[in-house]
């Protein structure tokens, strides 16, 4: 069976993330889009617009914290949404959280308009990034 064209997209840009390659991985997030980072850490919040979510991206680097994509479980989509369920690693300067996510989407033609990630222990990813 063939994968729905809003999953088969959002695969694609999670497989970049998870190898590092952030210009595809920008390349499915759209000009307007809206990224919504729950907790109570320094990156957590709301970001609009691709220049903000990827600046995001770059103030998390430069402070040496970052998010792995271990295993991605299954994508599930259709017309309108996306969930992956995934198995991730966050690191920063309070050590590391290793924990299944699911990161829920909206998607139109095959970029990402507005982001949500559910973490298994919040409060752990919170203390990792301080």
Do not use: C, Y
Not at 68 to 74: K, Q
């Amino acid at each position: 069976m063939e994968e729905h064209p809003n999953v088969e997209a959002v695969r694609q840009s999670l497989e970049a993330f998870s190898k590092g390659d952030m210009e595809t991985m920008a390349g499915g997030i759209a000009d307007d889009a809206v990224w919504h980072i729950p907790g109570t850490h320094r990156f957590a919040g709301d970001f609009t617009g691709k220049a903000a979510i990827l600046a995001r991206f770059g103030e998390m680097a430069k402070a040496g914290a970052g998010t792995t994509i271990e295993e991605i479980h299954d994508i599930v989509g259709n017309d309108d949404h996306v969930a992956a369920l995934m198995r991730l690693t966050v690191a920063g300067p309070n050590g590391t959280s290793s924990q299944n996510a699911v990161w829920i989407m909206h998607v139109r033609d095959g970029h990402a308009t507005e982001f949500w990630a559910h973490n298994q222990d919040q409060g752990a990813i919170d203390g990792v990034l301080g």
